[in-house]
């Protein structure tokens, strides 16, 4: 079935620990995206991509980073985790023509101690 | 630089009542206008988007109302029920671009 992928769903971690989140999608879209967002509040926009090998900065990307190898992979890294981290994250992708409807993944909640 | 501006923050209304919930959008270029619906503990979801050639457009108890000019729309849910209860974001892109801009959010509460 066509859908958008993230592992780990739960994620809690020490200060200070690299961490990579997941995200797949088998929808063929060619743009991707990482939110991050406190439970039912504000989305915040931390990377996106709208091909392979093209990533760009969104609002709160000063402490992480992405790759886009694969057409169908998002992976987002935060090099050095901190209790300010702890949020959900959620990945989203859209076609690329015809409309920009966002589908997003079910989340990583991630909590740092 | 592009903004979305979403009213109110919080709606709570009747079960059966009606509500709206307001967006106002800064970029001119701006052609599509989604709404997405995030209940609790889930992942924000599709629920009616509108394009700019389009005035009005509506599915079943849920409609959209787009004024270019005055750069608004809106979002009305007619007949509300419990399981409307929810957080609402409004967006706007430009189809084929790269960003969506969303709203802040409004948590409706419709009391049974």
């Known amino acids: 079935e066509a859908d958008i992928y993230q592992t780990p769903r739960y994620l809690v971690i020490g200060t200070g620990k690299k961490i990579t989140l997941e995200c797949s999608q088998t929808m063929g879209h060619d743009k991707m995206y990482w939110y991050q967002q406190d439970p039912g509040m504000e989305l915040h926009l931390i990377h996106y991509s709208y091909g392979v090998n093209s990533t760009e900065k969104g609002d709160l990307s000063s402490e992480s980073t992405v790759s886009r190898i694969r057409t169908e992979h998002f992976p987002l890294t935060l090099e050095s985790a901190r209790p300010s981290h702890t949020s959900q994250y959620l990945c989203?992708?859209?076609?690329?023509?015809?409309?920009?409807?966002?589908?997003f993944g079910p989340g990583t909640r991630l909590t740092v101690l | 630089g592009e903004n979305v501006e979403q009213h109110p923050s919080t709606l709570s209304v009747q079960e059966g009542d009606s509500a709206v919930i307001k967006c106002t959008y800064s970029?001119?270029?701006?052609?599509?206008f989604p709404w997405y619906k995030q209940e609790l503990g889930k992942r924000p979801q599709l629920i009616i988007d509108?394009?700019?050639?389009?005035g009005e457009k509506k599915d079943q108890r849920i409609a959209v109302t787009l004024n270019k000019t005055a750069k608004h729309f809106s979002l009305h849910i007619t007949e509300t029920q419990p399981e409307d209860s929810a957080v609402y974001f409004c967006a706007a892109s430009k189809i084929g671009g790269f960003k969506t801009i969303f709203g802040a959010g409004t948590r409706l509460f419709v009391k049974a």
């Open positions: 989203a992708s859209s076609p690329t023509l015809s409309t920009d409807t966002q589908y």
């Open positions: 970029d001119s270029a701006s052609n599509y």
């Open positions: 509108i394009r700019s050639n389009v």
